[in-house]
């Protein structure tokens, strides 16, 4: 049934190619997913295997679903239909494989908290209901700061923070996570040129440790020398692929082609008919 | 106006007949400091204030149940239930009205908050009128008031104060992840709803058992206010909290017990009086947020731009009058000054009595300026900094020169000592030669 749909959809392509790639074990597969908010579907059957140890790129435009994807990876939004996989298992078995990286504004950045304590975050898991902080979980944060070239910031508070500085916050609380699977939505957003090398160095060394990277990300001038692994989104998987074989002019246009593609002008029409 | 020996009985607790009281609404305020903490963090006031306003309801049925059983109605733990139960269900019509319509959460708090006090203000009326019954002294929980409380109802409020304080102590990690980032928390598994559930019943315990002393209407300030004020205070957590503590103990304290001893203060409108007070304090002076500091640290700024405009300005007009290069500390005229910038003569004037008050000027004969040696040490270091600066942006930054001048005003007033030796550093690896006056070292 899998192969069916591979075969149908776009982003079959591409993966049906590698032979030695088997989707069970896969860092991430996703198949037949549909996620509707208020009834308007956002992402529709999309099928999508991220294999092993791959910086992996997901690109569209405005609306595409990018964010929703991720959010129902980690179950955070409900799906319609269509089953998500992680290394195998649904999600609430694999949490502690995953590290989420969220969009920066997506807190309130004023809050009575050092870089270090949101970092510390990242072990809360690991600790358990009501432990504390260890000095150990402490000194690793720390740690963590460090590799994310900010370690000196650590007992700032968060508001005194530059968005670059903040946009790194998140991912040493990512990297406390000692996650297999990292999960990022829009690290890229509106940061300075030393974060942005200091995000970009610090995918390389995830992915050389074997770990799977999935980045939002919105810029395609970087976008095939950051990543080794593309997925071109809207609303419906476009295509999926390594970078050089799938940053395609052709990909592109039908990713970001300007007309109302069917699906979305279909969705606006069963919006409407159902309120 | 009262004796200064009552005054003393009353805040000391030596009174019996406020101590109670007064005990009681300094728990209750330090219970109100801590869960007010997480309630504004959470961003849930509104959802506090409609929920202490729907536990009417519930008192005045509460009082109806009790006389129609036999009694007289007032028994203490007997209209608190009946208020939980009323506040809880003002809870679930939110969450009802907020899940199964498209209403924003705002519409579905002014809802309840409006439709339950409706109801409670009608049935209050309509109990009156029950037979053999009276219920005067049921609206003392709108407003509050400190009437004199026996020995177990006190223990009921310590109690659940003291509770309710410990348990927001010990889910302090959880409750702080929940605040921050709640899509985080879930998807590290933690479980939200519970947690959020959790959070608002404490809200509501503390509501509940401040519903005599302080009244429904009052009490959602009791429990913000303190913590808006400790915010001023401090950048994290748990001091905030400590500190909110403090404040809400501080004022159930003092509150009750001037409301005990001015009979016709209504104890609510005190305590939160003398907590808005506190919280006008820290908003005016607390150091790191409080608005009057942050004008001084404004001031300072700008006497001290004004300061190093005027070193460079005169600076300046040495190295046009000699040359650039060995610049030495000559007498100039005081008019050549005021052309360099668009001084006003006010500000000219206040700005030189500041430099001399500064040790930065020496008298120089009439309508002439000499800087100090120190003045004069201070003016090359401003003016080498500003140049390094510019020099900076020039080349590297892809400012036009035009328009460097401007930039480099605003940023040469807050370079530091580091940052001043690695702009040198960086030039000289890039070998760029612009005239920069000397590094005045001997004089720093």
Known sequence: MNQLFKRLSPAGDAAGEDLSFHPDDAPLAIHDLTVAYHRKPVLWDVDLDIPDGKLVGVVGPNGAGKSTLIKACLDLIPRASGEIGIYGKPYREQRHLVAYVPQRESVDWDFPVSALDVVAMGAYRRLGWFRRVTKEESEKARDCLDQVGIGHLADRQISQLSGGQQQRVFLARALMQDAELYLMDEPFAAVDAATEEAIVSLLRTLSEKGKTCLVVHHDLATVTTYFDWLVLLNMRVVASGPSETTFTRENLQKTYGGKLSLLEKAAEALKHTVD | ?444
């Not at chain 2, 849930?44 to 109806?64: C, K, N, Q």
């Not at chain 2, 590290?188 to 959070?199: A, K």
């Not at chain 2, 610049?327 to 206040?350: C, D, G, I, Y």
């Open chain 2, 1 to 444: 106006m009262p004796e200064l020996a009552e005054i003393i009985e009353v805040v000391l607790l030596q009174n019996y007949n406020t101590r109670l009281v007064v005990l009681s609404t300094t728990l209750l305020g330090v219970a109100a400091g801590l869960i007010g903490s997480f309630l504004l963090l959470r961003k849930r006031s509104l959802m506090g204030d409609a929920l202490s306003h729907a536990t009417l309801p519930g008192v005045a049925i509460a009082f109806a149940i009790m006389v129609t059983l036999g009694g007289t109605g007032k028994s203490l733990p007997g209209l608190l239930l009946g208020a939980t139960i009323s506040g809880v269900a003002g809870l679930f019509t939110m969450l009802l009205i907020r899940n199964t319509t498209r209403l924003r959460d705002d519409v579905a708090m002014g809802f309840v908050l409006s439709v339950f006090f409706g109801i409670g203000v009608a049935s209050l009326q309509m109990v009156q009128s029950l037979p053999g019954a009276s219920a005067a002294g049921l609206e003392s929980f709108i407003y509050g008031k400190t009437a004199s409380m026996v020995q177990s109802d006190f223990l009921l409020i310590a109690v659940v104060a003291g509770i309710a304080s410990l348990v927001s102590i010990l889910f302090l990690k959880e409750f702080l992840l929940l605040c921050f980032d709640d899509a985080y928390a879930a998807a590290q598994g933690w479980p939200t709803f519970f947690l959020d559930v959790l959070l608002l019943g404490l809200v509501t315990a503390v509501t509940v058992i401040g519903l005599q002393a302080v009244g429904l209407i009052l009490i959602i300030a009791f429990l913000i206010t303190p913590a808006t004020a400790a915010r001023f205070w401090t950048q994290r957590l748990l001091p905030m909290m400590l500190l909110s503590a403090a404040i809400g103990g501080v004022s159930g304290w003092l509150g009750a017990s001037i409301s005990a001893l001015t009979p016709n203060l209504p104890a609510g409108a005190v305590i939160v009086l003398v907590a808005a007070s506190l919280f006008l304090l820290s908003m005016l002076f607390a150091p790191p947020r409080g608005v009057i500091p942050r004008l001084f640290r404004q001031y300072r700024l700008r006497r001290k731009v004004d300061r190093q405009h005027f070193l460079r300005a005169a600076y300046e007009i040495l190295e046009e009058e000699q040359g650039q290069g060995d610049v030495s500390n000559t007498p100039f005229p005081r008019p050549a000054l005021q052309s360099k910038r668009s001084w006003s003569v006010r500000e000219l004037r206040s700005i030189l009595k500041i430099a001399k008050r500064e040790d930065h000027l020496e008298p120089a004969g009439p309508g002439m300026l000499r800087l100090s040696e120190s003045g004069f040490g201070e003016a090359a270091r401003v003016t080498r900094n500003h140049r390094l600066w510019e020099t900076y942006l020039i080349y590297y930054a892809d400012i036009a020169p035009s328009h460097v001048d401007r930039d480099a005003d605003l940023v040469e007033h807050i370079l530091g000592p580091e940052l001043v030796h690695e702009l040198e550093e960086f030039l000289e690896k890039e070998s760029v030669t612009t005239p920069v006056p000397p590094s005045p070292h001997p004089v720093s």
